[in-house]
C-alpha cells in the first residue's frame, strides 16, 4: 500500500467508522457495499488484504470526493509538496550565494571566518542525530518531528495545527488527526531530507560566490587575537584545516610564517590557499555529508511512500479482508454473574455489527457465576481466535477485586492471541431501576461508572459502558470501535514473540482462525 492509498483508506475510515448523522449524508451503508463488491470484482477474492484495502480505499475515497467537497479539500492540503524541498534548496543556494563568507573589507581572517561557524554547526548537528539514532536503536525512542522539522511539515505536508483541525467538521478533524500521526516517520524523513539539502546548498552557494569574487577581487589573509600567539594558531589550524591541507598537498605555514600575517605587523598574504582549504574544509565537513544524508533520507522516504506502514490488523481493516474472503465475524460475549435478556441479546448483536459490519456472529457463552472465575470451564474459551471477546458485566452490582477483576484477568489470560478483548458494562437494567430521568439517578450511575472505572484500571483496561436495551447505538458504537482497536494493538503487541516465530509468508497469508493476519509487506 503506498502514500497516496494508505491517505485515502483512513480518509474512508473517517466516513465509515463516524455515526451517520455525523457524514452528512455523503457516505452510506449502500456506498460501503458497492466499494467492497467493486475493488473484489477487480482484485478478487485471492487478492492479498493489502492490495484489496488499498483498491476499495481508491474507490471509496474516488467516490466520496466528488460528492463532498471538504472531504476533497482536506485530502489534497494533507498530500505532500514537493516543490517546497526545491524552493528552499534554491533559496537556501542563492543566500549563501550572497553572503560575502570570507570577511569584510577583502580580507579573511583564518581564526575566525563565518564558514568556521558554518563547520561547527554542521558538526553539532551531526553529533545530535548519532545521538537520536543511538536512543532509537536503544529503543527507547521513536523516530518523530522536533519542533523546527514540525514548522516545514505544516508548510510542506500542510499538517493541520490544531486550531485549524477545530474548524473541520468531526469526521474530517479525525481523519486529520489520524493521518498526522500515521504519515509522522514519512514527513520526519522528507523534512529531514529537505534540510540537509538546504545545508548543501547553502554551503555550495557560499562556495561558489567566495570563488567567483576571488576572480575579480584579491583578499589578503591575516589573523589577529588578543590571547593566542603564532603558536597556539598554528596548533588549532592544523586541526580545523590539518585534513585539507593533506588532501590539497600543501604544507600549512609554520608559527614563524603565520607571526608574519598578523594584522597588527603586516597586510597579510594572498589568500588564495586559505581559501582553497577552506574550501575543501567545507566540502569534507558539510557537502558530502549533507549530501550523503540527504540521499539516505531519499531512499528511505521513498520506501515509506511505496510501502506505507499502516496498520492493518485494527477491527475496521480486518472487518473489509473478511467481507473480501465471504468470513463472518465472530464475537465471543463472556458473562459474569449476569443473564442478558432478549433485547440485550439484540442489541449484542446490533453492536457487534456496528463494529465489524452485517453478517457478524455474536456468540454468547453460559454466564459464569459468581466466584466461578478461579475455576473456569476451558469450553467457554474458543479454540481459534475470533475478531472480539468480551466480558459483559451488569452496571448493577459492585464491582470488587477479587472476583470481577479476576475475572478478567483470567478470561484474557485465556483467550487464544491475538484476540482483541474488551469489557462491556450494561446499564439497561440499573437505568430501570433507578430513574435515569432525574440528577439523583444520574448521579447514582456515574458513582457507579467511577467504580467500575477505578477497578478495570488496575487490570488496564477501560470499561464500555452500553445501555443494551436502547434503540441507538451510534454513541457507543463509537466507543466500542475505539476500545477494540486498542485491544487489537494490546493483544498484536501480545502475540508479536509468536509471530516473530512463523515464516514471512505465513504472516502474510496466513488465516488465524478464519480471520487474516493483515501485514503489507509487498
Known amino acids: ?132 539514532a543511538a536512543t532509537r536503536l536503544a529503543g527507547s525512542a521513536a523516530r518523530d518531528l522536533d519542533p523546527l522539522a514540525r514548522q516545514f511539515a505544516r508548510v510542506a505536508h500542510a499538517a493541520v495545527s490544531a486550531a485549524r483541525i ?31 539539502t538546504a545545508a548543501a546548498s547553502l554551503a555550495a552557494g557560499a562556495l561558489f560566490g567566495m570563488y567567483l569574487r576571488g576572480f575579480a577581487l584579491e583578499y ?33 605555514p609554520d608559527a614563524a610564517a603565520l607571526a608574519a600575517i598578523r594584522s597588527s605587523v603586516s597586510p597579510g598574504e594572498n589568500a588564495a590557499r586559505w581559501i582553497h582549504l577552506y574550501a575543501t574544509t567545507l566540502a569534507l565537513i558539510v557537502l558530502l555529508p549533507r549530501t550523503l544524508l540527504a540521499l539516505g533520507e531519499f531512499f528511505a522516504g521513498r520506501r515509506l511512500a511505496n510501502r506505507f506502514p499502516l496498520y492493518l490488523d485494527e477491527g475496521y481493516f480486518q472487518a473489509i479482508a473478511r467481507a473480501q474472503r465471504g468470513v463472518a465475524a465472530r464475537v465471543r460475549i463472556l458473562p459474569y454473574s449476569y443473564r442478558p435478556s432478549a433485547r440485550a441479546m439484540l442489541g449484542l448483536n446490533a453492536l457487534a455489527q456496528y463494529a465489524f459490519g452485517p453478517g457478524s456472529l455474536v456468540d454468547v457463552a453460559p454466564t459464569v457465576a459468581f466466584g466461578g472465575e478461579d475455576a473456569l470451564d476451558p469450553a467457554l474459551f474458543p479454540v481459534t481466535p475470533p475478531a472480539l471477546a468480551a466480558a459483559l458485566f451488569p452496571l448493577t452490582a459492585t464491582p470488587e477485586r477479587e472476583n470481577h477483576g479476576a475475572f478478567v484477568e483470567a478470561a484474557a489470560a485465556r483467550l487464544p492471541q491475538p484476540t482483541p478483548f474488551v469489557v462491556l458494562v450494561d446499564e439497561s437494567a440499573f437505568r430501570q431501576r433507578f430513574d435515569d430521568s432525574g440528577a439523583s439517578g444520574a448521579a447514582r450511575r456515574m458513582e457507579r461508572r467511577a467504580a467500575w472505572q ?45 509471530a516473530n516465530g512463523n515464516s514471512q509468508e505465513q504472516l502474510q497469508g496466513g488465516m488465524r482462525g478464519g480471520i487474516p493476519a493483515i501485514r503489507d509487506e509487498r
Open 1 to 132: 500500500m503506498n502514500e497516496s492509498d494508505a491517505r485515502s483508506a483512513l480518509l474512508v475510515r473517517a466516513y465509515e467508522t463516524a455515526p451517520p448523522a455525523l457524514t452528512g449524508g455523503h457516505w452510506t451503508g449502500d456506498d460501503r457495499d458497492w466499494a467492497t463488491q467493486a475493488a473484489l470484482r477487480l482484485e478478487g477474492e485471492h487478492a492479498s488484504a493489502a492490495a484489496f484495502i488499498a483498491r476499495r480505499a481508491r474507490l471509496a475515497a474516488e467516490r466520496l470526493c466528488s460528492r463532498d467537497a471538504g472531504a476533497r479539500l482536506v485530502a489534497g492540503a494533507l498530500a505532500w509538496r514537493p516543490w517546497i524541498g526545491w524552493a528552499l534548496a534554491l533559496a537556501a543556494f542563492a543566500i549563501g550565494l550572497a553572503t560575502d563568507a570570507i570577511g569584510p573589507a577583502r580580507q579573511i581572517n583564518i581564526l575566525a571566518p563565518p564558514l568556521l561557524a558554518v563547520i561547527a554547526w554542521n558538526l553539532l548537528v551531526y553529533a545530535a542525530l548519532a545521538a537520536r
Open 166 to 196: 477545530s474548524r473541520l467538521t468531526p469526521v474530517l478533524a479525525g481523519f486529520a488527526r489520524d493521518w498526522t500521526v500515521a504519515s509522522a516517520p514519512l514527513s520526519a524523513s522528507r523534512v529531514a531530507r529537505m534540510l540537509h
Open 220 to 252: 589578503r589573509a591575516v589573523w589577529e587575537s588578543t590571547f593566542l600567539d603564532a603558536s597556539a594558531v598554528h596548533a588549532i589550524l592544523a586541526v580545523v584545516l590539518g585534513p585539507a591541507a593533506a588532501i590539497n598537498g600543501v604544507v600549512l
Open 454 to 498: 477505578r477497578l478495570l484500571a488496575a487490570t488496564g483496561r477501560a470499561a464500555v459502558f452500553v445501555d443494551l436495551e436502547a434503540e441507538d447505538f451510534a454513541e457507543t458504537a463509537g466507543v466500542l470501535r475505539a476500545a477494540i482497536e486498542q485491544a487489537a494493538a494490546r493483544a498484536a503487541q501480545a502475540d508479536e514473540p509468536a
